[in-house]
């Protein structure tokens, strides 16, 4: 954990706390146990966008080099509990998968060259999912506030695009790769950070191979956009279950713009605090009490982490076990 990140992530921790505090403990509390247990079906349900994650980043695979899907979704897994529970500003987890399916699957530069695209395209999806959140307030909302906001950081994570192309030209890919398999790897003893780079030669090339598929490179934007757009279906069950139901459109205007904090918030681990507030502010514009909003925050971060903290299990487990053999 970085000497910037430990102070980040008490802050977040702490307006998380405060938020909730400012709307009462005894009031969320009591939002919550209105639908106890059933909550926990948010946790079978994320089962979805993890499929369409990993379906996603199959499909940018040129044929022959593609692994199984159910290795894709394992390395997505991971990429979101390292993502949602570590201090890593929501790119560690990419970083990571790459990292795990390199050392599993081959060509390593295939396996590293599709996990940069994917994250480069999940990057252009959340700007989509920005705009059809904007669409979504001036829809169903009168107070327009976040608009402008909202539409600003599409446009920024756009800009990101033509960046990509720019570090790949300039060698500065493999770099980050390096770096990343320094920081993940390095509690694994008996192996040099360095193993996995040396054999990512062919990395540009992979990329190159990669982006002459625009169809396939479209057909990965579309599954991705519709995975994160599932996830508004956590928003409408949880808010049935707490006795305060809104429609389809709604949920999904909250959703997409609560996303669309949360990315932006990529420096706050977890974006803890961000998300909370998030949703007080997104749920008052279509009548949801504060309250109510924090307990669909809550009930968000407790699927969290019962996904990420076995994630985070079966990652260390399963590079511990390829170091053993490894010897």
Same mark, same amino acid.
């Not at 909730?20 to 009462?24: S, V, Y």
């Not at 996603?56 to 022959?64: C, E, L, N, R, T």
């Not at 994160?228 to 279906?233: D, G, H």
């Not at 076995?310 to 010897?327: C, K």
């Given at each position: 954990?970085?000497?910037?990140?430990?102070?980040?992530?008490?802050? +977040?921790?702490?307006?998380?706390?405060?938020v909730?505090?400012?709307?009462?403990f005894?009031?969320?509390?009591?939002?919550?146990?209105?639908?106890?247990?059933?909550?926990l079906?948010?946790?079978?349900?994320?089962l979805?966008p993890?499929?369409?994650?990993?379906?996603?980043?199959?499909?940018?695979?040129?044929? +022959?080099?593609?692994?199984?899907?159910?290795?894709?979704?394992?390395?997505?897994?991971?990429a979101?509990?390292?993502?949602?529970?570590?201090?890593?500003?929501?790119?560690?987890?990419?970083?990571?998968?790459?990292?795990?399916?390199?050392?599993?699957?081959?060509?390593?530069?295939?396996?590293?060259?599709?996990?940069?695209?994917?994250?480069?395209?999940?990057?252009?999806g959340?700007?989509?999912?920005?705009?059809?959140?904007?669409?979504?307030?001036?829809?169903?909302?009168?107070?327009?506030?976040v608009?402008?906001?909202?539409v600003?950081?599409?446009?920024?994570?756009?800009a990101?695009?033509?960046?990509?192309?720019?570090?790949?030209?300039?060698?500065?890919?493999?770099?980050?790769?390096?770096?990343?398999?320094?920081?993940?790897? %390095?509690?694994? %003893?008996?192996?040099?950070?360095?193993?996995?780079?040396?054999?990512?030669?062919?990395?540009?090339?992979?990329?190159?191979?990669? +982006?002459?598929?625009?169809?396939?490179?479209?057909?990965?934007?579309v599954i991705?956009?519709?995975s994160?757009?599932?996830?508004?279906?956590e928003v409408?069950?949880?808010?049935?279950?707490?006795?305060?139901?809104?429609?389809?459109?709604?949920?999904?205007?909250?959703?997409?713009?609560?996303?669309?904090?949360?990315?932006?918030?990529?420096?706050?681990?977890?974006?803890?605090?961000?998300?909370?507030?998030?949703?007080?502010?997104?749920?008052a514009?279509?009548?949801?009490?504060?309250?109510?909003a924090?307990?669909?925050?809550?009930? %968000?971060?407790?699927?969290?982490?019962?996904v990420g903290l076995?994630?985070?299990?079966?990652?260390?487990?399963?590079?511990?076990?390829?170091?053993?053999?490894?010897?």
């Open positions: 954990m970085s000497r910037l990140a430990l102070p980040a992530l008490f802050i +977040g921790l702490a307006l998380a706390v405060a909730i505090a400012w709307q009462g005894g009031d969320v509390a009591k939002a919550l146990s209105e639908a106890g247990f059933r909550l079906w948010l946790v079978p349900l994320f979805i993890l499929l369409l994650s990993g379906l996603a980043w199959s499909v940018i695979f040129p044929a +022959g080099n593609r692994p199984s899907l159910q290795r894709l979704c394992l390395a997505s897994w991971i979101v509990s390292i993502n949602w529970l570590l201090p890593v500003a929501q790119i560690g987890g990419e970083v990571a998968k790459a990292v795990w399916l390199a050392r599993r699957a081959a060509p390593a530069p295939m396996m590293v060259a599709t996990a940069i695209v994917d994250k480069v395209l999940q990057t252009a959340q700007a989509f999912v920005a705009l059809i959140g904007v669409g979504l307030v001036l829809v169903l909302a009168s107070d327009s506030a608009v402008p906001g909202a600003l950081f599409a446009v920024l994570l756009l990101l695009i033509p960046a990509f192309f720019l570090a790949q030209r300039r060698g500065l890919l493999l770099r980050l790769v390096a770096a990343g398999e320094r920081v993940f790897m %390095k509690h694994l %003893k008996g192996r040099e950070a360095g193993g996995l780079v040396e054999r990512l030669g062919g990395l540009d090339a992979a990329l190159s191979a990669v +982006g002459a598929a625009p169809g396939r490179l479209f057909a990965h934007l991705r956009l519709v994160r757009l599932v996830l508004a279906a409408w069950l949880a808010l049935a279950l707490l006795g305060h139901p809104v429609t389809v459109l709604e949920a999904l205007m909250i959703e997409c713009l609560a996303q669309t904090l949360r990315s932006a918030a990529f420096a706050v681990p977890g974006a803890y605090g961000v998300q909370e507030g998030g949703f007080v502010l997104l749920g514009l279509v009548g949801v009490p504060a309250e109510v924090l307990s669909v925050s809550l009930a %968000k971060r407790m699927r969290e982490l019962l076995p994630g985070l299990m079966f990652y260390q487990v399963s590079e511990g076990r390829l170091a053993l053999a490894a010897r």
